[in-house]
Structure formats: C-alpha cells, structure tokens
T-cell receptor, first 114, second 113 residues
Framework: SAVISQKPSRDICQRGTSLTIQCQVD?????MFWYRQQPGQSLTLIAT?????????ESGFVIDKFPISRPNLTFSTLTVSNMSPEDSSIYLC???????????FGSGTQLSVL | DAKTTQPPSMDCAEGRAANLPCNHS???????VYWYRQIHSQGPQYIIH???NNETNEMASLIITEDRKSSTLILPHATLRDTAVYYC??????????????FGRGTQLTVWP
C-alpha cells in the first residue's frame, strides 16, 4: 500500500486568505485525487491531479478556487483560494495503487476558516 | 449519484459478527463493489472489493448476491476499533473513472463492549 503524507494536518485561517495543502507519496503513482469532506458530510471528489497537464475538475469545482499542481509522480498540492467559512472542511489526497484497483487516502487536512 | 443504499446506522456487540448490507440495484455488469471505512478524523481505509464472486481477506468478507443487486460486508469478530462509518461504493473497474469514487452517506457502525 502507498504511504501518503499530507501537510498541514490542520489549520485555522482568516477569510480572504489562501492555503496550500501538500501531498507526498512514498512511490510513483499515475493517478492522484483531491477530495473534500464538509462537516458531517460524505466525501466529494474535487479533481484529478494530472502530471504534466492541468487538473480535471468535477462539476461545481473550478481552477480559480482550487488550483492544483502536480510537478511529478510523487507530489501534488491543492490551494484553497480566497477562503470563506464555507470552505471549512477536511481535504484529502488520495492515490490509486494496488494494480489500479485500490484507492489509498492520506490522513487529511482539517481546515477551519474564521 | 452514489448508486448505493445503506442503512444510516447499525450496532454490534464486541466479538460478534457485524453484517453490513448494501443495495446497488442499478449496478452494471462491469462495475465493482468496493467497501471503505472511515474512522473518526482519519482518511478512508480500503477494506475489500469484488465483481461477482464472494471475496475474503484479512479484514472482512464480501458476499455479493447472484443478481449482484446487493451485497453484505461481514466483519467476523467485531472489535471496538471497528467502530467507523462504512461506505459501499460501485465503480467501473477500468477506464477514465478510476479513482473517481462517489461516496454516499455510509453506515455508522458502533461496536459496544
């Protein structure tokens, strides 16, 4: 299984600011994904982070609000821009492993926006 | 768009088997059934998956009905550490939708001493 490290594990931010979340994987992976989990809710896919090209965003998520970088096969960042209290969520990085049959998740970033 | 239906909550005595049901009546022939769980404040953890045959691993067993419209995740000897939200997910096993898992609300399993 892949070992995924996310930083920071939690943060408290002021509205209008931006936060960049880092995701580091201990092995090269083709597919990386970013999910959001709002308080008391289930997980929602934000985007697929593509190495060497723009991320693919799901309906309801846009690049200006959630810019994503994927400079290599072991690292990705998600930025939450111009934050509002509605952005308070857990943000999770995930990678496809196990012969492209299993999705592994990081421990998440708990974001609170005041 | 989760395509699955699960009871919102269940409980189980420690040491007993926990049987978590899932309905997926609209599942397609090439869609797998996956189970994940999420312990409070942690990222989801893969448990098991299957297409049409029953599967077993060190964590659990997955029983899929012959018509594939429902399945049951079995934790043979539940412990307190199995208290978590369990998600049943159907996904296409190939192609561009890999990794694009659609999580429903899941089942909150509470294991009591």
């Amino acid at each position: 299984s892949a070992v995924i490290s996310q930083k920071p594990s939690r943060d408290i931010c002021q509205r209008g600011t931006s936060l960049t979340i880092q995701c580091q994987v201990d092995s090269q992976v083709t597919m990386m994904f970013w999910y959001r989990q709002q308080p008391g809710q289930s997980l929602t896919l934000i985007a697929t982070a593509n190495q060497g090209s723009e991320a693919t965003y799901e309906s309801g998520f846009v690049i200006d609000k959630f810019p994503i970088s994927r400079p290599n096969l072991t690292f990705s960042t998600l930025t939450v821009s111009n934050m509002s209290p509605e952005d308070s969520s857990i943000y999770l990085c995930s990678v496809m492993g196990g012969g492209n049959e299993k999705l592994f998740f990081g421990s998440g970033t708990q974001l609170s926006v005041l | 768009d989760a395509k699955t239906t699960q009871p919102p909550s269940m409980d189980c005595a420690e040491g007993r088997a926990a049987n978590l049901p899932c309905n997926h009546s609209t599942i397609s022939g090439n869609e797998y059934v996956y189970w994940y769980r999420q312990i409070h404040s942690q990222g989801p953890q893969y448990i098991i998956h299957g297409l049409k045959n029953n599967e077993t691993n060190e964590m659990a067993s997955l029983i899929i009905t012959e018509d594939r419209k429902s399945s049951t995740l079995i934790l043979p000897h539940a412990t307190l550490r199995d208290t978590a939200v369990y998600y049943c997910i159907v996904r296409v096993g190939r192609g561009s939708t890999l990794g694009r898992l659609y999580f429903g609300r899941g089942t909150q399993l509470t294991v009591w001493p």
